[in-house]
């Protein structure tokens, strides 16, 4: 049994995290229907919303009947969450923790952002993730995706290729969102493409070197069959995992020069590289996208 708060926090806005525990505290949260898997619950705001919430194989189902629902997850949702978590028993997190782990959207100015693209490794992601609601064209409403797809964070644990794949599926599925935007997601996609790249960094040194080169190969591959394919990138925000992938593939290349693995790395980095770049790629030109700016 685990919290659904906890699992829900790093995907949801502080503001509305913060009104869906008012709703919580106000009894406006009615369960309809409950197992060890999910409730069904009524939630009484300007309307009253049906709210459907669900572990399932993957990760959490989540329905709410009311429009803010389709651009990402909304108060009543966090509202019927916190309680039934303390139904269950879990306290829910605490304000610092509410504070910590939930999307900021904060306002951000041109200089902020061109000082992103001019050193993009060490770029503030939580600025790429929300540039385009301040400078975008269009301010229509669009998916809030979460910041990083599900993935262990602790650097001591080795990392395998399945664990990495799936993550990269969880990404590609966002896609599919009905309010998913080739143009307004695609800061938020790349940031987080860009916070996946962060975890397998810090968690090389523990990975089998092999492996580690089997992952960089899989991340090189979902860069440009899928990556560039779901966003639009014409704002350059590729610039951001690019540089990841390109610095990774340079601490394994420099800390592993003789993995076997190198050569399948090589073979098809070479198909990739021709087909979507016209150009030769290898580990060595991989390497070097690190140094990569706009
Ligand atoms: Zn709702």
Redesign the pocket.
Known sequence: MKSIAQELLDRTEEAVWRRGEGYADKGKVRILKHDEKGIEAA?SGTKN?N?ILKFVANGIRKQ???P??ARGI????VAAAIVWDEFRGFARPDSATVHAETIQPSPISGPQLTRCFADPLNADLNIIRVAVDYFGFSHKPHAVLPKCPRIESREEAPLSLAEVKSALQEMASWNRRSSYNHYLCAGEMAAAFSELLEVIYRRLPATPPDEAVRIMLSCVDWYYAKFNNIIDDSDGVWVFPKTRIGRNVAALWKNHPDSAEWMTFNKAAGDLGRKWESEELDAEAVAGWQDITL
């Open positions: 939630v919303y709210v709410c009947d009311c803010y629902a909304c108060k009543h949702i």
